[in-house]
Every structure is written in C-alpha cells, then in structure tokens.
C-alpha cells in the first residue's frame, strides 16, 4: 500500500510562511496527480493546490499569488510553500495522491489520503 507522509504544519503569525511537504512511500505503480486539500473548522474540504505529473497547476481563488506548488517525479514528493499567510488559511492541510496504473487498454487511479497536518495563523 501507498502511504503519504506531511511534514511542515504549524503555528505563524499573519503575513508569515510555511512549506509544507509530503512523500509517497510503500508499493504503488506510479504518482500521477498530487497536491493537497485543506478543511477548516466547520467547512467543507477544499482544494488548495494540485499538480499534475506533467506540471500543470491549479490553484484555490484565495491561494493564487501566494501559495506555490512543485514536486519531485524522481523523489515522490510535493511541496507547497505558502507566503503571506492569513487567518482564513488556518485549518487541517491533508497531502493527496493518485496511485496510477496505465494499459493500452485500461486506467486505474486510487486516492490516497494523507493524516493530515495543522496550520494555525494568529492573529
């Protein structure tokens, strides 16, 4: 099984950064789409950046500007450095990967899920 391990959460002040880091570790086929997702307390699950395997990103409306995603085909690994970081950003960052298994035929992509790691921005 594929497993993703976080790093990087924390406590920051407002207008501070963070790097936040994940790498899939375990047997899997190959990584394709990585990013992550955060929740803040009461609300729903969002996107805050995602990263294809060819490097095509996408970006949170709120996040655009200071949040900067990249990744490590080599390594497994995705990082999302975020500057500037405002209160509304605090909430629980979770690392999300798809297992990939590609035929001439057929596509298979399973989710996978990190623990997930706290952001906290004071004030």
């Known amino acids: 099984q594929v497993q993703l391990v976080e790093s990087g959460g924390g406590l920051v002040q407002a207008g501070g950064s963070l790097r936040l880091s994940c790498v899939a570790s375990?047997?899997?086929?190959?990584?394709?789409?990585m990013g992550w997702y955060r929740q803040a307390p009461g609300k729903q699950r969002e996107l805050a950046a995602i990263?294809?395997?060819?490097?095509?990103?996408k970006y949170a409306d709120s996040g655009q500007g200071r949040f900067t995603i990249s990744r490590d085909n080599a390594k497994n690994t995705v990082d999302l450095q975020m500057t500037s970081l405002k209160p509304e950003d605090t909430g629980v960052y979770y690392c999300?990967?798809?297992?990939?298994?590609?035929?001439?035929?057929?596509?298979?992509?399973?989710?996978?899920w990190g623990k997930g790691t706290l952001v906290t921005v004071s004030t």
């Open positions: 990263i294809t395997s060819g490097g095509t990103i």
């Open positions: 999300y990967a798809e297992n990939v298994k590609t035929s001439l035929r057929d596509y298979f992509g399973m989710i996978i």
């Open positions: 375990g047997s899997f086929f190959s990584i394709g789409t």
